[in-house]
């Protein structure tokens, strides 16, 4: 499977040569799905909270008297049915969310979602990927010079210049090879891949 090689510029100045097994796969939408889903799952933190009808704060007194009233009988006012009152299935911090993914499959996942990426033209590697200092400003000007404006940058290891330039952008991120994660994949419509990080990921994921 042949990758476009970018210049500077953002122009393709060559192809470079990278595994069929990564970049060649057929689509399973299925399995990209599953591990999308299990990978948006496993981040949720599970903090939410509520309470039964006997953590709300009540009176144990009985609201109005059991005959006459015209009203359904009532014993307290912390019942499920009353506003105010405990929830019957309450949901408690330590709910667990998590999907389990094997490793084979997650595997297969991410080679199909960065097959679809070169089919789609929307992954292209470059040689390196750094800015001279850590100012937003140079790394806008170094993105807009190669015709990019919302991107995914994965290098092979982590510039801190490049790193803190991306901060405050929004429709930019950069992210090492160890730390792409399918949803970020999925989520740009360009990624920019350098060549360290292309050997890494042939490593990691075939």
């Not at 476009?4 to 097994?21: F, I, M, P, V």
Request: proline share 3%.
């Amino acid at each position: 499977m042949e990758l476009k090689l970018l210049n500077a510029e953002g122009q393709a100045a060559s192809t470079l040569q990278a595994s069929d097994t990564l970049f060649g796969r057929d689509y399973n939408e299925a399995l990209v799905h599953q591990v999308v889903t299990a990978y948006q799952a496993n981040a949720r933190s599970g903090n939410r909270a509520q309470k039964t009808r006997a953590e709300v704060s009540h009176s144990t007194k009985k609201p109005f008297r059991q005959k006459g009233t015209g009203n359904a009988r009532a014993g307290m006012s912390s019942s499920p049915l009353w506003r105010g009152g405990g929830r019957i299935f309450p949901n408690k911090p330590d709910e667990n969310f998590s999907h389990k993914v094997n490793r084979k499959m997650y595997r297969a996942g991410m080679a199909s979602i960065l097959s679809q990426l070169v089919r789609e033209e929307r992954i292209a590697v470059v040689e390196d990927f750094r800015v001279e200092a850590p100012k937003t400003k140079l790394l806008v000007k170094k993105l807009k010079g190669m015709g990019l404006d919302s991107v995914l940058v994965i290098t092979d290891e982590l510039d801190e210049n490049l790193f803190l330039s991306s901060r405050n952008l929004y429709d930019v991120q950069v992210l090492e090879v160890e730390n792409t994660d399918p949803v970020s994949l999925v989520r740009f419509p360009k990624v920019l891949v350098t060549k360290g990080a292309l050997a890494k990921m042939e490593e990691a994921w075939q």
